[in-house]
């Protein structure tokens, strides 16, 4: 079958989440329907190839910075985890966050395994900025039973309808070996559109309880997959002067000699050190300095021989005679002089700029003239910030958890059982702290 795999310049949306999608009552039919696989859907490509994630993880493979600190964004969003409770403003709107503890709600996010869905969120959030909710109903639909995120890497939209709205998600392993919607082993998982009513779309599904929650990172002209802001990295070559440094050095240091002396010997030389040398042949003249050339590099090079003294004959000048003689002439090496590590450092620099991580929370840099590490001050105000600049990614990585609230009644229940109605929410964050100077006390929980 031909593969209809496209891509259209349609707008793709994706509205702003909020419960109150769960009870609208004037919301128009519902759409969410299992295709006809081979008749109607198209899936919208991600990348010229449909394969950017994969492509994306290739480019970065070798430069040995971009992996650790991705690792650490993605701990730095986990943090310690998840809480919840009641939040609410004081007269002065600040916000009181009480933290609760309740029976259902704890045995649900353990049967779940949050702590899998946070950090395959959070590892999607950094790597594509892309994530792919999914939760799945019970078998009567009166109740949200799990909640799964899948790889990024393995998620593909449909085209938009003409609402603007992609109706499905296509699942495959194997879109970078020239998959298609089409396939058998290609699995699609229709989408909740949050701007209807939740209720009325699964009430009019009659097979089916698994469902994709379509959230979406801010990503201005991107109509189906955001970009993540770091990127820009990969159009740039950066990141191969970051991958080049390294073969260079090592280059540098496999062939010390070759690039570091010069060997002149006088003609005279070869004819005292070898009886007749200048009546040899052409071979046996190349098989002798062959030789010699082995000699010196194994006496000028490898850690075992420095500091050896040597010895060179130069022969006496005679009346108007001149004798050229020994010189072994060391080469200019900018390499060993640390030229290549100033490179490095700049290419590390814009690493750090595109990853939005401040490279004190990462320590000294390589080389022999290392960058700062930073003092303690430096560490606290660089965590602080980068702490606070999380939230919104954070909330969006979260915000399913607060449709499964409404929809499993578990919201409406605790603000009731506590008098709250009307005054609070509950709602999930992530538990994190703020570091202070001692003269401030202890480091802030939040």
């Not at 392993?173 to 020239?178: F, I, L, N, Y």
């Not at 062939?255 to 040398?277: A, C, D, G, R, T």
């Amino acid at each position: 079958m031909k593969n209809n795999i496209i891509h259209t310049g349609e707008k793709y949306t994706v509205s702003t989440l909020g419960a109150d999608s769960f009870n609208s009552s004037k919301s128009p039919k519902a759409t969410a329907v299992i295709p006809d696989k081979t008749v109607t859907d198209k899936i919208a490509k991600w990348g010229v190839n449909n394969n950017e994630p994969q492509e994306l993880l290739a480019s970065i493979e070798n430069v040995s910075l971009i992996h650790p600190i991705l690792d650490w964004k993605i701990r730095a969003l986990y943090s310690k985890g998840l809480a919840y409770g009641f939040v609410s403003s004081d007269q002065n709107e600040n916000e009181i966050r009480e933290p609760i503890i309740d029976e259902e709600i704890n045995t649900w996010l353990r049967d779940t395994n949050i702590k899998q869905y946070l950090a395959d969120s959070f590892a999607g959030a950094s790597y594509f900025y892309n994530i792919f909710p999914e939760i799945v109903f019970s078998k009567d639909k009166r109740r949200i039973n799990k909640l799964v995120a899948h790889k990024a890497k393995n998620c593909r939209w449909s085209i938009a309808n003409n609402r603007g709205f992609s109706e499905f998600l296509y699942l495959s392993s194997t879109w970078g070996d020239g998959a298609r919607f089409e396939d058998d082993n290609t699995s699609v998982i229709p989408v909740l559109d949050l701007t209807q009513s939740i209720k009325t779309q699964i009430k009019k599904t009659k097979n089916g309880t698994n469902y994709i929650l379509p959230v979406k990172f801010p990503s201005p002209g991107r109509d189906y997959y955001s970009r993540a802001p770091w990127l820009s990295l990969v159009n740039t070559k950066w990141l191969n002067i970051a991958s080049d440094v390294p073969k260079a050095k090592h280059s540098f240091l496999t062939n010390l000699l070759s690039v570091k002396y010069i060997i002149h010997v006088p003609e005279w030389w070869w004819e005292s050190q070898y009886e007749n040398f200048d009546s040899m042949s052409k071979d046996e003249q190349k098989a002798i300095v062959k030789d010699e050339h082995t000699n010196f590099n194994t006496f000028l090079s490898g850690v075992d021989n420095q500091g050896k003294s040597l010895i060179i004959h130069s022969k006496d000048q005679m009346k108007d005679i001149k004798y050229a003689e020994w010189k072994i002439e060391a080469v200019d090496d900018k390499l060993s002089e640390g030229k290549y590590i100033e490179d490095s450092q700049e290419a590390d620099a814009h690493i750090f700029k595109n990853l939005q991580v401040d490279p004190t929370l990462f320590g000294s840099g390589p080389g022999k003239n290392t960058q700062s590490s930073g003092s303690g001050s430096d560490k606290r105000v660089a965590w602080n910030l980068y702490d606070l600049l999380q939230t919104s990614i954070q909330e969006i990585v979260l915000s399913p958890l607060d449709y499964i609230s409404a929809f499993n009644g578990w919201e409406e229940r605790l603000l009731k059982a506590n008098n709250k109605q009307g005054k609070a929410e509950l709602k999930f964050w992530i538990k994190s702290s703020l570091i202070t100077t001692l003269d401030e006390g202890e480091t802030t929980n939040i």
